[in-house]
């Protein structure tokens, strides 16, 4: 019996792992080790295929060696869906019919989730869609940090907390990457604006660095693994990001290990040098030239082609850091086009299309909601009055590189009418005029928004109209034109643009019930929002957005967003209060304009909250269709030794009447620290589902990670022993429990 056993076991290892022969070279095996198969292509390389793989051959493709059928490198905006074509030189569109794909949520709206589970599903939504496409790099996602709320780029991010993205970021790039699509995370570093961004020096010390500007990129490269980086147009150190040796060698090949592909932003690299030595893989450009100006057959004058290939022919350079690249990217194109599962992905599917919408409505953020104006209880045949540009206007299209062609878009008015059907009338008033351009980057939103009635006009309209509705919903903020939340300009102002505050005003002295929702990828802030009823905090929620409003207005889905940056009630309450700190000051023979980053680690909550400013809504606020209620928060002992860690066990239940979603967090506050630190810094969060009435345990683990600062002059994380406080609430400022420990 025993031999037969053996024998049956035999004969199956033998089976299951007899491959068929491959008799082909290695680089083409798809079933050998990728590190196998780079040694074996580069092997096979001449010095200018190598060289030709460093550059772009068109807007979005870099070479591959067609000699050896090794496929050149696709790429793509990124973040919020896949970009429509363009022409192969050109920045004209292409004109293809069947590119118009899912527009995802904007990454400031998948951050207000809090939810990580949500991530991993955009990934993988968004990575089939670029892999259907045939991309091979997804130029996203963004993750710089939200230092002020005038950036233009905002929205394209993750908030302003370093650990909140950190979280957030790791599960969208493990499911791009599962779908044989490289993520690209953007823009490292310290790209906090985009007035000046490509003359503007980030100054920033090391302390700030560590602990604020690079801890989500670390999470997406050590936790995430992403397959490659972008480097920023700006410069830190005084050098440009795209070859900032500090950044680039030092820390993230250094440091991290990192073993994918440095791209450049599109005409980001500036010096042939610094390209070649400082870490840079791929320059990819913006004009022909890579830089700034056309030139026919440009890509060859790029810096790291020809002026390139004539310095390691001249001896300038050997062949060590060229090899470095070529490794990096052949591992690139082994781990995507050439990687052994075929993998076709699927494209504007009704998957997508749910996830979009879920996605969306799971960030929207009820802000304020006095007397249980909303969920929406409209009265059978009863009045509902939009108003407001952003009732129908089209927002996938502008923004910058994000700008999509998408299958289809929702807006409000269609998401809300066809929640209510004929069971109520739902009418819409202009309200103000915004911006009216009807397409962005010759896409076009087939939209014409020209009104020529005066402000006065389209107040009165709608004022008019409000004197009967059960509710009136303003639905405005900003958009993705010039000045607003858009790549290449900063916002003007932190107040509603447009005249918008007049519109509110004047209707809250009308309506019965008054809601406001405010669309933006960054903080707005609210001087009115004693004047009305409620207010929520929706965002460019991509193709489904109007669906996902709704849901959230009439309660379909409670909602259980969180903001993932503070809402000041004024632009001067904030940490930067200089010229210096921004946009940043060009002093007489300054080459370039220098941004001091001189509020530290200060910025966000961590500023409000140590200096004890007053906010209107605090990091982390949102409120639900039902109520939580926290108790027995402890520790499982009352200290932690250094190399050890601890657990934090609190119950959460659900008070009221609806099934929801809390957002547990967990700050860490150091009353002993012997420097200066914030007085509290988010640590960890759990989103926790109950049914009405129930009660759960949520748990946490805390390490030495969470209780560390960083120390320059030693360059370590350091936790001082001693008293932490573990503060557990639904928002920074709205701590429920407190429980201490001492580190041993
Ligand atoms: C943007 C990048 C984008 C690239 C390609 C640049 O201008 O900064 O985020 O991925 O263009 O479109």
């Not at 749910?354 to 009265?379: E, H, M």
Request: charged share 25%.
């Amino acid at each position: 019996m025993k031999r037969i056993l053996t024998l049956a076991a035999t004969t199956l290892v033998a089976a299951c792992c007899t491959q068929p022969k491959f008799d082909g070279p290695v680089y083409l095996n798809p079933n050998a080790p990728v590190e196998e198969r780079v040694e074996d292509a580069l092997s096979r390389m001449t010095l200018e295929e190598k060289v030709g793989m460093t550059t772009a051959q068109s807007k979005f493709s870099s070479r591959g060696v067609p000699r050896l059928g090794i496929p050149e490198v696709w790429h793509t905006d990124g973040p919020h869906g896949i970009r429509p074509e363009v022409l192969w030189d050109d920045w004209d569109q292409a004109g293809w019919t069947n590119d118009s794909c899912t527009a995802f949520p904007a990454l400031i709206n998948l951050a207000a989730t809090w939810d990580k589970e949500l991530s991993l599903l955009y990934g993988r939504s968004i990575g089939e869609e670029a892999r259907y496409r045939k991309k091979d790099i997804l130029l996203g996602p963004g993750i710089n940090i939200c230092r002020t709320p005038l950036n233009g780029r905002n929205f394209e991010y993750m908030g302003e907390d370093p650990y909140l993205a950190g979280k957030m970021v790791v599960p969208y790039v493990k499911g791009v990457q599962e779908k044989g699509v490289a993520a690209c995370v953007k823009h490292f570093a310290v790209n906090n604006q985009e007035f000046q961004r490509t003359q503007s020096n980030s100054v920033v010390d090391d302390r700030t660095l560590y602990e604020i500007y690079l801890p989500a990129f670390k999470a997406a490269v050590v936790e995430g693994n992403a397959w490659s980086i972008m480097g920023s147009y700006n410069l830190y150190n005084g050098q440009f990001n795209c070859h900032n040796k500090r950044l680039l060698m030092d820390i993230l090949k250094g440091e991290w290990g990192f073993d994918g592909v440095v791209v450049s932003d599109w005409g980001g690299c500036r010096d042939d040098e610094e390209a070649v030595l400082n870490g840079l893989d791929i320059e990819m450009g913006t004009w022909t030239n890579g830089l700034r100006g056309a030139a026919s057959d440009s890509y060859r004058n790029y810096h790291m082609a020809n002026p390139y290939l004539k310095g390691l022919r001249e001896g300038k350079y050997t062949t060590k850091e060229l090899d470095d690249k070529v490794r990096r990217i052949l591992r690139l194109i082994f781990r995507t086009s050439m990687r052994p599962e075929p993998n076709y992905g699927r494209f504007v599917c009704p998957e997508h299309y749910q996830a979009a919408r879920d996605i969306s409505a799971a960030g929207v953020v009820l802000l304020k909601n006095d007397n249980n104006t909303l969920p929406l209880n409209v009265p059978e045949g009863g009045k509902i009055l939009l108003v407001g540009e952003n009732v129908v206007k089209k927002m996938v299209v502008g923004g910058g590189s994000s700008n999509l062609k998408t299958a289809y878009e929702v807006n409000p008015l269609e998401g809300i009418q066809s929640a209510y059907g004929d069971k109520a009338q739902v009418i819409w008033a202009r309200g103000y005029v915004g911006d009216t351009s009807t397409s962005y980057n010759l896409v076009d939103t087939g939209q014409n928004l020209t009104d020529t009635r005066t402000p006065q006009e389209l107040i009165e309209e709608a004022v008019e109209q409000a004197k009967d509705a059960d509710y009136v919903i303003f639905v405005g903020g900003l958009n993705k034109s010039r000045n607003q939340d858009n790549e290449s300009t900063d916002r003007l102002q932190i107040t509603l643009p447009y005249g918008q505050e007049d519109v509110i005003l004047a209707l809250a002295e009308v309506a019965k019930n008054l809601v406001v929702v405010n669309i933006s990828g960054s903080p707005v802030a609210m001087p009115w929002a004693d004047r009305v009823d409620a207010i929520v905090q929706g965002w460019y929620g991509g193709t489904e957005s109007g669906n996902a409003l709704a849901d959230v207005l009439i309660g379909k889905v409670n909602p259980s967003g969180r903001l993932p940056f503070s809402v000041p009630f004024k632009y001067e309450h904030g940490p930067i209060q200089t010229e210096a700190q921004y946009p940043g000051v060009k002093e007489d023979g300054d080459k370039f304009w220098q941004t001091h980053y001189s509020e530290g680690v200060y910025i966000g909550y961590r500023w409000y909250s140590t200096k004890e400013i007053p906010v209107q809504f605090p990091f982390g606020h949102g409120l639900s269709y039902t109520t939580f209620e926290y108790t027995d928060a402890k520790a499982a002992k009352p200290y932690m030794k250094a190399d050890g860690k601890l657990k934090i066990s609190l119950d959460v239940a659900n008070t009221g009447s609806l099934d929801g979603a809390e957002i547990v967090q967990l700050y860490i506050a150091d009353p002993e620290s012997s420097i200066d630190r914030p007085v509290k810094e988010l640590k960890g969060f759990e989103k926790v589902w109950l049914k009405a009435g129930e009660k759960k345990t949520v748990t946490f683990d805390i390490d030495a990670e969470s209780l560390s600062y960083f120390d320059a002059d030693k360059h370590e994380w350091v936790a001082e022993p001693g008293e932490f406080q573990v503060l557990l609430g639904s928002s920074s400022e709205d701590i429920k429990a407190m429980v201490s420990f001492q580190l041993k």
